[in-house]
């Protein structure tokens, strides 16, 4: 059974953690960083595989997204900055509260940007990170010259509304107009700059165990996309998992989004490696950057 908490944010407005607790108090704790415009209830299942798995896990909605409130409109804005080194603390912070056991942030698409800008940012690094379906936007290793076009419009419309209405344009939900500009910046440099300060040199030395899952036929997350992204963490000790639909067929379609409500496809495997990866360790033995 899930628990609920809600968590207040420092613009006045609050979001909800959605907990699933595993039966150990001490086991390591997960929370996913969801992708652009998905919210958090979309990843109820694979939370509650994890925490069947021998795993606590949980998820929250970004400001503005799903059932945090006040939504996303032209007078309440943010980026990268205020979900990487505001919203997301304050949600560790209320994990932290009631759960003992190592950290881990598990980054889905736009969130494993979050995850680089917040371990940019001299937060205390968790003991392990996992990374699915997330790559660099930047055009050259994605789709190149349509996702150029695409970002950059979503962009220009973003600036002109006052927001990116995903809700009626068919991609990414409603977005706040300073996260679409900053991550259309880097879909065309190829650099992750949270208000306007590039992170890579930040993050260059950040050591730390990391899980990256790449999905078989995930067009928006290919191989060389993903690839450009864990450069950006070069001392980091990466593992790879790549699922493979002829190899690990669980008889459902995958893609982008298939794991979080169908989490028979990876959840026991992310589980048993971040079970690994974490063993005996305390929080109070988590370094600090």
């Known amino acids: 059974m899930q628990q ?25 704790v997960v ?12 990843y109820e299942p694979f939370v509650d595989d994890l925490a069947r798995t021998g795993v606590t896990a949980a998820v929250a909605d970004y400001p503005g997204q799903g059932e945090a409130v006040p939504a996303v409109d032209r007078h309440h804005d943010h980026g990268y900055v205020q979900i990487a080194h505001d919203w997301l603390p304050k949600v560790v912070a209320e994990l932290r509260a009631g759960h003992g056991g190592p950290l881990v942030l598990l980054g889905h698409s736009l969130g494993g940007h979050v995850l680089l800008a917040h371990l940019a940012g001299g937060h205390p690094l968790p003991d392990a990170a996992v990374l699915i379906g997330a790559g660099t936007p930047f055009w050259r290793r994605q789709q190149g010259l349509k996702t150029l076009a695409q970002t950059q419009l979503m962009s220009l419309v973003s600036r002109v509304v006052g927001y990116w209405p995903g ?12 996260l679409v500009r900053e991550w259309a910046a880097f879909a065309r440099t190829g650099r992750l700059a949270p208000d306007g300060h590039p992170i890579r040199e930040a993050l260059r030395d950040r050591s730390l165990p990391v899980l990256v899952v790449d999905l078989d036929g995930d067009h928006l997350a290919p191989r060389a996309a993903v690839d450009a992204l864990i450069e950006k963490l070069p001392s980091a000790r990466t593992e790879r998992f790549t699922f493979t639909k002829d190899a690990d067929d669980p008889g459902k379609p995958v893609n982008h989004f298939s794991f979080a409500r169908s989490p028979e496809i990876i959840g026991e495997r992310v589980a048993e490696w971040v079970v690994g990866a974490t063993g005996d360790r305390h929080p109070s033995d988590r370094p600090t950057g």
């Open 167 to 178: 809700e009626r344009l068919g991609f990414g939900g409603r977005q706040a107009r300073t």
């Open 4 to 28: 609920h908490a809600e968590i207040p944010l420092s613009d006045g407005g609050r979001t909800v953690l959605h907990t699933a607790r595993a039966a150990d108090a001490q086991a390591p």
């Open 31 to 42: 929370l996913v960083l969801p992708a652009m415009g998905v919210p958090a209830g979309y």
